[in-house]
């Protein structure tokens, strides 16, 4: 059974369809604001932010922390997964 990530959250589902009918509490436009978004790189041990390098073993754990560099300005988003 593959397992969908998104890629806002972490958020696990079985189905691409079940991850992107549920709202998402870290959506970039504000929590719950829009739905989960699939992530669409490969299962990892370890995810880096593709913004600044940071890392960490789930994407769960990696967007919850504000981004130094992120585009719209030091610690304004969170670390996105690099796929
Ligand atoms: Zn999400
Ligand atoms: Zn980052």
């Known amino acids: 059974m593959p397992n969908f990530f998104c890629e ?3 958020h696990k589902a079985t189905s691409i369809s079940s991850l992107t009918s ?3 509490p870290r959506h970039p436009n504000g ?3 829009g739905k989960h978004k699939l ?3 490969s299962e990892k041990s370890k995810y880096a932010c593709k913004y600044c390098g940071h890392s960490n073993s789930t994407i769960r ?3 919850s922390g504000s981004c130094p560099r992120h585009p719209d300005g030091s610690n304004k ?3 996105a997964p690099m796929l």
């Open 8 to 10: 806002y959250c972490g």
């Open 22 to 24: 549920g709202s998402c």
């Open 31 to 33: 929590p719950n604001r």
């Open 39 to 41: 992530y669409e790189g």
């Open 61 to 63: 754990d990696l967007t």
């Open 77 to 79: 988003g969170k670390h």
